[in-house]
């Protein structure tokens, strides 16, 4: 019996996750507002529009590479860039937690980062153990 791959699990919340932060604001145009109303405002203008759409197609993109296993490395490095970017620009301020101790920190983008990285290299092995078990 072939066992199940055990990064199943993280490769589908990685796309949930990305999924929804990109599908969405591209279907109500909500990606438009990010680019005029945040991203030209912080000093993109007259290219935070457009930079807006490379970012929410870029979390696209890292799902279906995701899929099909193919262009994962750097389109992996694209969106690990963005949310380097997004903590520095967005949730540094706010400290660490998302909630309970604060509210919009780094910590998700954290996760995020780590997550997209184990994905993107599976046979990296920090600690090797004796045995398979934990």
């Not at 991203?39 to 529009?49: H, R, S, T």
Request: net charge positive; proline share 3%.
């Amino acid at each position: 019996m072939k066992s199940l791959n055990h990064f199943l699990f993280l490769k589908i919340a990685l796309i949930a996750v990305f999924v929804m932060h990109g599908i969405p604001s591209i279907v109500t145009g909500d990606v438009n507002n990010f680019g005029k109303m945040y991203l030209d405002q912080v000093g993109f203008a007259p290219v935070g529009i457009y930079l807006a759409w490379l970012i929410k197609l870029s979390h696209v993109a890292l799902c279906i590479s995701i899929v099909v296993n193919k262009f994962l490395k750097p389109i992996g490095w694209i969106n690990i860039c963005i949310l380097v970017v997004g903590i520095f620009m967005l949730h540094i301020k706010d400290g660490w937690y998302v909630v309970g101790g604060g509210r919009n920190g780094v910590e998700f983008n954290v996760l995020l980062i780590a997550s997209v990285i184990t994905v993107m290299y599976p046979k990296i092995v920090l600690f090797k153990s004796e045995s398979n078990n934990l």
